[in-house]
């Protein structure tokens, strides 16, 4: 999973420690529905990326040194995930 460095940095700066980072994404191991595979099939055709599963996104979390992470939400293919910046 590639992040712009410029990005990242930004994304460290704005963030104290101690900080709560809470991300929404697109996951390709979300609820298997009708309504998800529509929606994948949408983002898929309007040119989006590809999708990384819910383990995928929680390990790159803790490999840039986020902690406590956590999938708090999870809504078709969408995944909302927490984690403190130490």
Known sequence: ????????????????PGGRLIVKCRVADGIDSLQSALARLVWLARGGKE?????????????????????????GIFAT?????P
């Open 1 to 16: 999973m590639a992040v712009k460095s410029r990005k990242r940095r930004k994304a460290e700066t704005a963030l104290r």
């Open 51 to 75: 999708m990384f599963r819910q383990a995928d996104w929680l390990a790159f979390l803790a490999e840039h040194g986020f902690r406590n992470l956590r999938i708090v939400n999870v809504w």
């Open 81 to 85: 995930i927490t984690g403190i910046r």
